[in-house]
């Protein structure tokens, strides 16, 4: 099944498919309903102290990528990711990840989105 990303701030289309929020802190100003989430997978985000220590900084993308999927293979992240891998093999539709983050190029769902697809 495809997986596209995209704003959790963004309008709903019908081709978002199956819904996921993969931010571990709720979007500010966006209420559940307005959301039109299928699934907050939580867990599957950095942990806060990566997240905070990568700031969305464009220089530090490459580290934090590392270090993100060192906590996805070792960490408390792993059985999630293990989950939002099913649900991507469980529908027969799109599944789109959701994030809060302004930057579209340089956040967790993308680094997401690449290990979903290689699998």
Not at 7 to 14: A, M
Not at 39 to 47: A, L, Q, R, T
Not at 98 to 112: H, I, P, T
């Amino acid at each position: 099944m495809p997986v596209q990303m995209k704003r959790i701030y963004e309008k709903v289309e019908k081709n978002d498919g199956v819904r996921v929020l993969v931010d571990r802190v709720w979007p500010r100003g966006m209420s559940k309903e307005d959301a039109h989430l299928d699934h907050w997978m939580k867990e599957v985000g950095p942990s806060n102290e990566l997240r905070k220590w990568f700031g969305h900084d464009p220089d530090k993308y490459d580290a934090f990528k590392k270090k993100y999927k060192e906590e996805l293979k070792n960490g408390d992240q792993q059985e999630e990711l293990q989950k939002l891998k099913e649900l991507t093999k469980q529908y027969n539709k799109n599944l789109t990840l959701l994030f809060a983050a302004k930057d579209e190029q340089y956040n967790q769902a993308r680094v997401l989105k690449e290990i979903l697809d290689r699998q």
